[in-house]
């Protein structure tokens, strides 16, 4: 009995703590999502540029087991000289973590038909601007690129700069949004 429980023991222990630095080393891997957390939920607001003024409704939310981030946006535009009835813009928007190149990257499907693919270009040292540029855009002509700089002002209020640049030229501001985190966090229904 003593034999037995000589080796016992220490198989005992050793499974112990080996159990124990796993549990640990799980705790210390840091989650690429904490800087997104600030997003989820629903948000609502305006936005002005280009294409004039628009009510905006906005929710980003976990999906696929929190591997991705799934933004759902829609815009309803005043009527102006361009478009007297107004315009409806839809997008939605699929954040994705790249483990290969540990980049964040951010492809967003238009109701035009445009794709954009985005990457996190780069993030403020205090992480409340992030700005990604365009890797490639679908359906529009060679050469454009398109850039989103998030600016997160306090707890819960978001500006969102989208900016193009045709071939050969810098970029200009097409639409500046601001958006208020709204109290509910049930996803808006934007179809």
Do not use: C
Not at 49 to 54: A, H, R, T, V, Y
Not at 129 to 134: K, R, S
């Amino acid at each position: 009995m003593t034999r037995l429980v000589k080796w016992i023991l220490p198989v005992l222990i050793l499974f112990g703590l080996t159990h124990l630095l796993q549990a640990q080393t799980q705790e210390k891997k840091p989650d690429p999502w904490d800087p997104w957390k600030f997003f989820i939920g629903n948000w609502e607001g305006t936005a002005k540029g280009e294409p004039g003024e628009s009510k905006v409704k906005r929710s980003y939310q976990f999906v696929l087991q929190r591997k991705f981030i799934l933004l759902k946006n829609k815009a309803i535009y005043l009527p102006q000289e361009k478009t007297p009835q107004g315009e409806v813009h839809k997008d939605w928007g699929l954040f994705s973590y790249d483990m290969a190149r540990k980049k964040f990257i951010l492809r967003q499907f238009h109701v035009e038909g445009f794709v954009n693919q985005y990457v996190l270009d780069n993030i403020a040292p205090d992480g409340k601007t992030l700005v990604f540029v365009t890797e490639s855009i679908e359906n529009i002509p060679a050469g454009w690129r398109a850039r989103e700089t998030y600016k997160l002002v306090g707890n819960d209020e978001l500006v969102e700069i989208f900016e193009l640049a045709p071939p050969g030229k810098d970029f200009s501001v097409y639409s500046e949004t601001h958006l208020k985190k709204t109290g509910s966090f049930k996803v808006y229904p934007v179809e």
